[in-house]
Nanobody, 124 residues
Framework: QVQLVESGGGLVQAGGSLRLSCAAS????????MGWFRQATGKEREFVAA????????SYADSVKGRFTISRDNTKNTLYLQMNSLKPEDTAVYYC?????????????????WGQGTQVTVSS
């Protein structure tokens, strides 16, 4: 069972940047499809971005397209989310997730493993 640990969250001003990381506990990471989700206070957890196991295919929520970039380094068992031009509405706890299923990666239900989350706060 793979374990996921996020890091890199923090407080940033609007327009700033952050890079989140998600470290996996073992090399099964290489064969897993990965996603980032976020949950703001009082709201449902929502899809942010996803990436195939090779990194060759990515998808994004419309709200972050053009500002966020998902990537992975399979040699380091690590997933990344580069977040630029941050807005106050990006404030949330960000979670990474992993799945071995061949399914719609925008759906929370397809993911088997979740990290504990990292807080991102964007001030105006």
């Amino acid at each position: 069972q793979v374990q996921l640990v996020e890091s890199g969250g923090g407080l940033v001003q609007a327009g700033g940047s952050l890079r989140l990381s998600c470290a996996a506990s073992d090399r099964t990471f290489t064969w897993l499809r990965m996603g980032w989700f976020r949950q703001a206070t009082g709201k449902e957890r929502e899809f942010v971005a996803a990436i195939s196991w090779t990194g060759g295919s990515t998808s994004y929520a419309d709200s972050v397209k053009g500002r966020f970039t998902i990537s992975r380094d399979n040699t380091k068992n690590t997933l990344y989310l580069q977040m630029n031009s941050l807005k106050p509405e990006d404030t949330a706890v960000y979670y990474c997730a992993a799945t071995g299923k061949l399914a719609d990666l925008r759906l929370k239900s397809v993911y088997d493993y979740w990290g504990q989350g990292t807080q991102v706060t964007v001030s105006s």
